[in-house]
Nanobody, 127 residues
């Protein structure tokens, strides 16, 4: 079993930056192959934000955050990060960290492919 805990959310003005962290504990990182971030805004469904291979270099982003968000990891610390720059009010959401034990090729954006989820951290971007 893997436990994920997010941190780093908060209130920021439009144009500002935040860095989210996701610390994994429990079983070792060898238990998962893909880690990612999803978000859920009020009244909307949870949507994919970014993902990367735990032991590779491939990264994936939804179009609306490309060029603004960067996902990275620290394998030694079992931690995943989401650096968010040039934030917009439409980025306001609860952000969830997630990890997959196995994942079908190309399905990184499908939340049903992921096995472990954190509790989420609130990000609010004001005008």
């Amino acid at each position: 079993q893997v436990q994920l805990e997010e941190s780093g959310g908060g209130l920021v003005q439009a144009g500002g930056s935040l860095r989210l962290s996701c610390a994994a504990s429990g079983r070792t990182s060898r238990n998962y192959v893909m880690v990612g971030w999803f978000r859920q805004a009020p009244g909307k469904e949870r949507e994919f934000v970014a993902a990367l291979m735990w032991m590779g270099s491939s990264t994936y982003y939804t179009d609306s955050v490309k060029g603004r968000f960067t996902i990275s990891r620290d394998n030694a610390e079992n931690t995943v990060y989401l650096q968010m720059n040039s934030l917009k009010p439409e980025d306001t959401a609860v952000y969830y960290c997630t990890a997959a034990v196995r994942i079908r090729l190309g399905y990184y954006y499908v939340q049903g492919e992921y096995d472990y989820w954190g509790q989420g951290t609130q990000v609010t971007v004001s005008l």
